[in-house]
């Protein structure tokens, strides 16, 4: 059975997505994740989204979402990707073992920060979703 992973941030729209769809793309055999925001944007940033379809990670089912639309999902763990989530992050019903893990935001920045976010969450979180729950 699938361990549950949830990738939280703040606005979910683009660290946590891309967390998402870099699990689910490698590490989909053994671990679902979903992502959410503490105060979700409710949209995806675009150069996130071209930069996930140009890798071939992106699926059309993921969107920015609330984070009081996933408490009742059983997690195995839950991780905050950035210092506010962290900071704001939610009891979560179920005694549920969270990780740390801040990766700065290229939001409005130059899409090479884009790729070197992606490359950071794919190189230091992966691992870390392997071994705690594959």
Request: aromatic letters at 6%; charged letters at 20%.
């Amino acid at each position: 059975m699938k361990k549950n992973v949830l990738i939280l941030c703040t606005g979910n729209s683009c660290r946590s997505i891309m967390a998402e769809a870099l699990i689910n793309a490698k590490l989909g055999n053994c671990v679902e994740a979903q992502s959410s925001g503490v105060s979700a944007s409710g949209t995806v940033n675009p150069i996130a989204k071209a930069l996930l379809e140009k890798q071939g990670f992106w699926r059309n089912e993921y969107h920015s979402k609330l984070i009081e639309t996933v408490l009742d999902t059983a997690f195995d763990l839950v991780i905050t990707v950035c210092d506010n989530a962290k900071e704001t992050c939610p009891m979560f019903p179920k005694a549920v073992k969270t990780i740390h893990m801040g990766f700065l935001d290229p939001s409005g920045k130059d899409e090479s920060e884009y790729l070197k976010a992606l490359e950071l969450i794919n190189a230091n979180l992966l691992p870390i979703v392997k071994k705690e729950l594959c």
